[in-house]
């Protein structure tokens, strides 16, 4: 049930959120945040759903509380090439921008704070400490995107499925500090696959590899626990 945010000094719904204190929220004060509060609403998808399609002008942007967003570039000839994960607390959408060039997936099942564009726009305008938020967070996905052009080009199929599997450690619980040592996956072998310019036989071949040397356990082929994580890093970074 929604709050009176008019009358609390900050909703508690914001008290609460992951993405107030790490997300873009985190740069608004109590009044902003009231203000925001007011045309926000939460919703819930299902893993497979379209969040905006490529050649789609977003109307509104949205804050990840969790689980795991896909974007994904459409090939003239059909076919598809999963470019970028987003986890909680990521943003979605882009402010100023036009319409989409990716198409946006819940890949899992996942939730979402989201509101108006044309009102985040309005008040970027006055608040100076919510679009360096913003430009801060684009700078750090510009720097992720390089650190993993660097793992596709360069990395053996053994050190990209290692850096894959350190990568869902390290955000797919944003309340764990460090590392997750379990988790599950939040792509099926085919997409994982597409994601790291791998084969799917071989992406197999390497998770089993590295279950038969003790550094994971596979349960229900989409769980996994990291039994070692120092080993896990030392084959991610070809330290084996």
Known sequence: MRIDIHSAEVPVLCRACEARHRGIC?????RELLRLGRISSRHEYDAGTTLVAAGERGDHCSNILSGVVKLSKLLPDGRQQVVELQFAPDFIGRPFGGESDVLVEAAT???LCSFPRDALETMMAGSGALENRLHR?????LDDARDWMMT???KSAAEKVASFLLM???HLHPQVEGYSTTFGLPLGRS???DFLGLTVETVS???TR???DGIIEIEKARHIGVTDLDRLKDVAANAA
């Open 210 to 212: 590295l279950r038969k």
């Open 137 to 141: 967070q684009a700078l750090r996905q």
């Open 109 to 111: 099942d996942v939730r």
């Open 26 to 30: 985190g740069a608004l004060d109590a």
């Open 152 to 154: 596709l080009g360069r």
């Open 205 to 207: 071949r390497q998770l």
């Open 168 to 170: 869902l450690s390290r």
């Open 191 to 193: 997409d994982i696959a």
